[in-house]
């Protein structure tokens, strides 16, 4: 079952990203939610408090795809919003089984030297949009530290959720500087195919998870 959730994933990932690398809208309208919702059979039944987290911010994520297809700021807003809830989520999930530990400290030491900066990179072009910067560089922020904080609790997979974690905070910096700061040469691989990855990251280690 796993395995066939984990090709179908691949193969509407490949096609979704084709389709936003082509600029081929109506495909990427579908295909684009679509993967993000076939990491649910993936994260397996909500028969836990931390599957039903992690549904929640899958379907949350969802919504937020759906969002940034759309143009404009108000689009945009609206997604950043849908992946605030994601991320909260994603943090409370990973809080049922964290401990804190030498793990946690390393996810506080990488976030304190890589979120300044990249704020800092950002600050100057977001005027009026500041403090939704602000928030969702916090949201993240403490995801990361959530998850390296798995390390040495009870989920059996936590490199998996630590890894996901960077990777979605990856895929969100180059999002924003694509946005922002200076268009990305191949921005739908950096922002949208990594964040693909960090989120299977997540399923995966979820999937692991006690039921």
């Not at 984990?6 to 495909?27: H, I, K, Q, T």
């Not at 076939?38 to 899958?58: D, F, H, K, M, Q």
């Not at 049922?96 to 072009?125: D, F, H, K, Q, Y």
């Not at 990594?194 to 979820?206: D, F, N, R």
């Amino acid at each position: 079952m796993v395995i066939a959730a984990l090709v179908a994933y691949a193969a509407s990932a490949s096609v979704a990203l084709y389709a936003l690398e082509r600029g081929m809208r109506p495909l990427a309208l579908v295909t684009k939610p679509l993967t993000t919702v076939l990491l649910l059979p993936i994260v397996g039944p909500p028969t836990s408090t931390l599957r039903e987290l992690v549904w929640a911010g899958v379907i949350a994520s969802v919504a937020g795809d759906a969002a940034l297809l759309g143009a404009g700021t108000v689009a945009f807003m609206i997604g950043v919003g849908c992946f605030l809830i994601a991320h909260a989520a994603y943090i409370a999930a990973f809080a049922t089984v964290a401990v804190w530990s030498a793990a946690s400290w390393a996810g506080v030491a990488l976030v304190a030297a890589a979120t300044p900066v990249l704020v800092r990179i950002l600050w100057p072009r977001v005027a009026g949009l500041r403090g939704p910067v602000l928030a969702y560089a916090a949201a993240i922020s403490a995801m990361i530290v959530a998850a390296f904080s798995t390390v040495g609790g009870a989920l059996p997979a936590p490199a998996l959720a630590a890894a996901g974690a960077v990777l979605f905070y990856v895929s969100d910096a180059a999002l924003a500087i694509h946005r922002f700061v200076r268009p990305l040469r191949h921005a739908t691989l950096l922002s949208v195919g990594v964040y693909w990855l960090g989120q299977l990251g997540i399923a995966l280690a979820s999937r692991g998870a006690a039921p």
